[in-house]
């Protein structure tokens, strides 16, 4: 009978291939459009397609749904194209037989996406195959623009859509409508579901799909096995699909899975986003609650180090009626995602699937990620004392000091714009020009930490996390790990402010490291840098460098222009008037004796007899952001410093040897 059968097949699939035809739809010229019945668009103008006019060429229908725009073709300089827009459809039919084959040559392929209702469709290249047996074949774009298509070949048999004789459907089998009785079924039962799902997640022989029942509620369940059809977030599988019943180790699953479809319609991301079950660990990985087959989301968790065998530990503290416990689930790297390098002080979001394994809660993560931190402006402007920041800006190391002040290094973003975000939600955000920040980087007494840092000339985004202090006046972060170095990277010039005291100019933020230029006298006993007419004195503390003030004091009331430290005393008022809010001084004129100088190293000396005598360079040197002077540039950074002889002001720059 196998055989008498195979033959008979053969025979009437042999007769069938003398009776195909070939039909082209061709919408490349204006001779192929004028053939088809449609009218020639003009130059940057389009001829729409639509499903209530048709056109019909040897026997094949054609028919159009829009999409984010009508589907039209469209003249660009005349080259004509089909263009098919988001969610946009075409029809192919025939009224007798059936069609076998299309093929569809993109005229564009940077967004040639699109899906077909039945059959198999497949793109290679500039070419889309589409296969099987069907008296209507719907292609729908599902691409961010628009798919642009140069011409359609469509194969067809004059003897209706070839059924499988043996049919796969069991007309006894058990019917299956809600996803919420799969587990009711005994074990080894097979059904045929017949209502639509979505696709939730899809990986290897994992299916997680999705049903909606009549009041809207998610109904999740897993399908197990080679479905034969890899499917796209939110693909809608249309019903009659089946499967057999089984437990694994508690997990119900729909395993052996046929008579799958491919995807009839594509959700948005509403559909298959994960469900926010931030502050619910405890709930979710409760076994009772439910929750198996579920995508969620949880944020603000910590991780524990992945073990050999895949799995880790996620925990959070939540409060539950005044009360604060440590929840905790099990992870299981199934999909074999890059796992972090988990940092016990960093919180991080996690998103995967829920799944049950020996009656414990499982989550199988999709991706996980650590917050980017907060850019170094917001920190400074929007942080509070005592909380903790991660900085998502590269930092650039402009000074080391291991001092009885403590083990500092000096960084600064170097930004000359920002996005000014902070009133975003009522529609005011813009990118605005900006100055430098600066911060200290606190080591505390870790002197392998501070030895670290002051080697590095780049710190990497995110990798700068410490507890905010003294934001007000010094700012620095009490760092509680080590940040990495970004190496490999072109280093910028780096912006260091002249304040020249001469001119009655100090604008300096706390923590600043910049250049001031100034006499330098003691004044009632204290050194200081100060102005031609003493309107400004500024105090001098040699605590950074202690050797500079043997040699500064030998030469008093010479003009002295230094690498320094800007600090304040106290804290200014805070602008209040305009945004951002910016520290700046009071109104009080003397507002200059709120600072204090920590010289780094001497750029240049003048004799103030000498100032005015004319403007000839009279040194250059380099230093480096550690402060040491040389008389030629070193491997790494320099700082270049042009001295002329009437102690105007330097050029001072950064750059790479």
């Given at each position: ?10 025979a ?7 009776r ?9 010229s204006a ?18 397609l639509t ?20 589907t039209?073709?469209w003249?660009?300089?005349g080259?004509?194209?089909?263009r ?12 007798e ?8 040559n993109?005229?564009n ?32 774009h599902v691409?961010?623009?628009?798919a642009?298509?140069?011409s ?9 859509p070839?059924?499988?004789?043996e ?8 019917k ?13 039962t ?16 994992h299916?997680?799909v ?12 897993l399908?197990y096995?080679?479905?034969?059809k ?10 009659g699909w089946?499967?057999v ?9 729909a395993?052996?899975?046929a ?5 009839k ?7 298959y986003?994960?469900?926010d079950?931030?502050?619910?660990l ?14 969620v ?6 991780l ?10 996620i925990?959070?503290?939540e ?16 999909f ?20 049950i ?7 199988y ?5 650590s917050d ?5 402006w917001k920190?400074?402007?929007e942080?509070?004392?005592?909380v ?26 170097n ?8 009133y975003?939600?009522w529609?005011?955000?813009e990118w ?12 505390s ?5 501070f ?8 710190l990497k ?16 972060l ?7 170095e970004?190496?490999d990277?072109?280093l910028p ?5 002249n304040y ?5 100019y ?7 490291v ?16 100060c ?9 001098l503390?040699?605590a ?9 004091s ?8 230094l ?18 809010m910016r ?8 507002y ?11 750029l ?18 380099y230093?480096?952001?550690a ?6 540039p ?9 001295t002329?002889?009437d102690?105007?002001?330097t050029?001072?720059k950064?750059?790479?040897k």
């Amino acid at each position: 009978m196998k055989r008498f059968f195979s033959i008979f097949l053969m025979a009437f699939l042999a007769f069938s291939a003398t009776r195909a035809a070939v039909v082209t739809f061709d919408f490349s010229s204006a001779e192929g459009i004028t053939a088809m019945g449609y009218a020639v668009p003009g130059q940057s103008a389009g001829t729409n397609l639509t499903q209530s006019d048709p056109v019909t060429v040897d026997g094949v229908t054609l028919s159009a749904i829009d999409g984010a725009t009508e589907t039209h073709i469209w003249n660009s300089q005349g080259s004509y194209t089909l263009r098919i827009y988001v969610n946009g459809a075409i029809t192919l039919s025939v009224a007798e037989g059936a069609i076998t084959g299309i093929t569809v040559n993109a005229a564009n392929t940077t967004n040639f996406d699109l899906i077909a209702d039945v059959g198999d469709y497949s793109t290679d290249a500039t070419v889309g195959t589409w296969t099987g047996s069907a008296t209507a074949v719907t292609l729908t774009h599902v691409g961010s623009k628009n798919a642009q298509i140069a011409s359609l070949v469509v194969t067809t048999t004059g003897d209706g859509p070839v059924v499988d004789p043996e049919d796969p459907i069991d007309p006894d089998i058990f019917k299956l409508d809600s996803l919420q009785n799969l587990a009711t079924l005994e074990d080894g039962t097979a059904f045929q579901f017949m209502s639509d799902v979505y696709v939730n997640y899809q990986w290897n022989d994992h299916l997680w799909v999705m049903q909606l029942d009549e009041e809207g509620n998610a109904i999740a369940a897993l399908i197990y096995g080679d479905t034969g059809k890899e499917y796209r977030l939110g693909s809608v599988i249309s019903a009659g699909w089946t499967a057999v019943k089984k437990t694994y180790r508690s997990q119900v699953e729909a395993a052996e899975p046929a008579h799958f479809a491919n995807a009839k319609d594509i959700l948005d991301e509403d559909y298959y986003s994960p469900f926010d079950c931030t502050g619910y660990l405890s709930y979710v990985a409760d076994a009772s609650e439910g929750w198996t087959g579920y995508k969620v989301y949880f944020d603000g968790v910590h991780l524990s180090p992945i073990q050999e065998n895949g799995t880790f530990t996620i925990s959070s503290l939540e409060t539950e009626d005044g009360m604060t416990y440590l929840a905790e689930m099990t992870g299981f790297n199934k999909f074999a995602i890059d796992y972090p390098e988990v940092d016990s002080t960093e919180a991080y979001g996690i998103e995967g699937m829920m799944v049950i394994y020996n009656d414990v809660m499982e989550l199988y993560p999709i991706s996980i990620t650590s917050d980017p931190g907060t850019r170094l402006w917001k920190v400074l402007y929007e942080g509070e004392d005592g909380v903790q920041y991660k900085v998502n800006d590269t930092l650039y190391v402009a000074a080391a000091v291991d001092s009885e002040k403590g083990k500092l290094v000096y960084v600064t973003d170097n930004v000359d714009k920002i996005y000014y975000d902070t009133y975003a939600e009522w529609g005011y955000a813009e990118w605005m020009d900006w100055y430098p920040d600066w911060i200290a980087l606190d080591c505390s007494g870790d002197e392998a930490r501070f030895n670290t840092l002051a080697a590095a000339q780049v710190l990497k985004p995110g990798t700068v996390k410490g507890v905010l202090a003294d934001r007000m006046t010094n700012p620095r972060l009490v760092l509680n790990s080590t940040p990495a170095e970004l190496e490999d990277v072109e280093l910028p010039t780096l912006t260091l402010f002249n304040y020249n005291l001469s001119e009655d100019y100090l604008a300096a933020l706390g923590s600043e490291v910049g250049r001031a230029d100034g006499y330098f006298f003691y004044k009632d006993g204290v050194p200081s840098l100060c102005s031609e007419q003493d309107s400004v004195v500024v105090k001098l503390d040699f605590a950074y460098a202690p050797g500079l003030e043997a040699e500064m004091s030998q030469k008093e009331g010479f003009f002295f222009g230094l690498l320094c430290v800007f600090t304040l005393d106290e804290p200014w008022e805070e602008n209040v008037a305009g945004a951002p809010m910016r520290r700046i001084h009071a109104t009080d004129e003397n507002y200059f004796t709120n600072y204090t100088i920590y010289p780094l190293a001497i750029l240049s000396s003048s004799d103030v007899e000498e100032i005015g005598v004319d403007k000839q360079v009279v040194d250059v040197k380099y230093v480096t952001p550690a402060g040491i002077v040389n008389t030629i540039p070193q491997d790494g950074v320099n700082i270049v410093v042009t001295t002329h002889r009437d102690g105007s002001r330097t050029t001072t720059k950064r750059l790479n040897k």
